[in-house]
Structure formats: structure tokens, C-alpha cells
């Protein structure tokens, strides 16, 4: 059975950072290409960042996020990463850990095979 748990969620003023984690259980991680996406109340689920599991380890942002935000994977320990930082008050949403037997980021949320139960990040202003 396949399991994506989050971690690290909570509330940060805005311009401050956040890390956020994601452990893989039941697949094997290092081939899975691993990614975010969020969302906020009354609006659809939305990409954030992904990084793909072939050679290079390919990622892609959203553009609101370019920047500031930062994914990285550590496949000995099947844990994906988010780090976030300058957050601004517009970041604050339910973030989902997501996988993807892709060998790179999709930004459709439809194409990904396996979701996590999403944590909750709030950036007061």
C-alpha cells in the first residue's frame, strides 16, 4: 500500500520560512518523480514545485514560487522536500505531497498516480 506522509505544516508571518517534508512509503522512491501542489480555500488544486528522478534530477516551479521556494529529494531516506521562504500571505494553503511513475514534472494534478493527506501552511500578514 502506498502512503505519502506530510510534515512540518503550521503558521509563519509573512516573509518568514517554512520547511516542509513528505516520506514515501510502499514504492520504490528513486523512481517517482515527486512534487507539491496546493490548495487554498474556494480555488482548485494548483502545481507548485516537482523534481523529476532521472539524471539531474530535474525540477520545475511555478512561477508565483520561482525563487523562493525550493524542492529537493533525499532518495536514501524516500523524503521529498519543500523549503519556502519570503512566504507572503497569497502561499497560505493546504500543500499535497504528490508522485508520479513520470520521469518528469507534470503541472496537471489528474496525471499524478499518488497523494498524500496534504498539511496545512497559514502566512499571516
Known amino acids: 500500500q502506498v502512503q505519502l506522509v506530510e510534515s512540518g505544516g503550521g503558521l509563519v508571518q509573512a516573509g518568514g520560512s517554512l520547511s516542509i517534508s513528505c516520506v514515501l512509503f510502499?514504492?520504490?522512491?528513486?523512481?517517482?518523480?515527486m512534487g507539491w501542489f496546493r490548495q487554498a480555500p474556494g480555488k482548485e488544486r494548483e502545481f507548485v514545485a516537482g523534481?523529476?528522478?532521472?539524471?539531474?534530477?530535474?525540477?520545475h516551479y511555478t512561477d508565483s514560487v520561482k525563487g523562493r521556494f525550493s524542492i529537493s529529494r533525499d532518495n536514501a531516506k524516500s523524503t521529498v522536500y519543500l523549503q519556502m521562504n519570503s512566504l507572503k500571505p497569497e502561499d497560505t494553503a493546504v500543500y499535497y505531497c504528490?508522485?508520479?511513475?513520470?520521469?518528469?514534472?507534470?503541472?496537471?494534478?489528474?496525471?499524478?498516480?499518488?497523494w498524500g493527506q496534504g498539511t496545512q501552511v497559514t502566512v499571516s500578514s
Open positions: 510502499g514504492r520504490t522512491f528513486s523512481i517517482l518523480t
Open positions: 523534481i523529476g528522478w532521472t539524471g539531474g534530477y530535474k525540477t
Open positions: 504528490a508522485a508520479d511513475h513520470y520521469a518528469l514534472p507534470r503541472g496537471n494534478s489528474s496525471s499524478w498516480d499518488y
